[in-house]
T-cell receptor, first 115, second 113 residues
């Protein structure tokens, strides 16, 4: 079965430190890759996505992610976090196979930025 | 403003009392879906709709119904709610399946007593 694994359920960091949130997916079929962010008491909004082309994708708020096909990973990074980055982050993968597609979300990583 | 709206935002009800959560989008999107979010489980798809009058089950459809009579609306119906349906529900829409960005509503927090 197709699955998306976010290896860390919670990541605490200090303000201005770098952060990496990890995402791996199960299948070797063609994929589209997404990172969404959920601020407290809000819905999800798109941070960035990879559809094709350059494997390094830049998103909003200084985040970037790199697609690694051989490792089936799409890790999210930011070189220097702010208090306002405290939120839950979801990796999502659209698996494409045989003319059909299925979007699967990871279980989320709660990023807490401490002063 | 392009958006997905949901109502109500918060709802407390009792077991067995039918309820409907409305969802509406103003972006002329074909594809709409409902998710539930539970701690430690992430988002799980309940139902989705590829277009008007076309709906299909997601990963956790038991206990839920949907309808898509108009392109913009996609209500979620709980005919006989039970406590295990206490959750945070999100409606989402996108232009079409595939690589398009999915837009989420603000969420409906449901408590079933």
């Amino acid at each position: 079965a197709q699955s998306v694994t976010q290896l860390d359920s919670q990541v605490p960091v200090f303000e201005e430190a770098p952060v990496e949130l990890r995402c791996n997916y199960s299948s070797s079929v063609s994929v589209y890759l997404f990172w969404y962010v959920q601020y407290p008491n809000q819905g999800l909004q798109l941070l960035l996505k990879y559809l094709s082309g350059s494997t390094l994708v830049k998103g909003i708020n200084g985040f970037e992610a790199e697609f690694n096909k051989s490792q089936t990973s799409f890790h999210l990074r930011k070189p220097s976090v702010h208090i306002s980055d405290t939120a839950e982050y979801f990796c999502a993968v659209t698996f494409l196979q045989g003319g059909s597609e299925k979007l699967v979300f990871g279980k989320g990583t709660k990023l807490t930025v401490n002063p | 403003e392009a958006q997905v709206t949901q109502n109500p935002r918060y709802l407390i009800t009792v077991t067995g009392k039918k309820l409907t959560v409305t969802c509406s989008q103003n972006m002329n999107h074909e594809y709409m879906s409902w998710y539930r979010q539970d701690p430690g489980l992430g988002l799980r798809q309940i139902y989705y709709s590829m277009n008007v009058e076309v709906t299909d089950k997601g990963d956790v459809p038991e206990g839920y119904k949907v309808s898509r009579k108009e392109k913009r609306n996609f209500p979620l119906i709980l005919e006989s709610p039970s406590p295990n349906q206490t959750s945070l529900y999100f409606c989402a829409s996108r232009v079409r399946p595939g690589g398009e960005t999915q837009y989420f509503g603000p969420g409906t927090r449901l408590l079933v007593l």
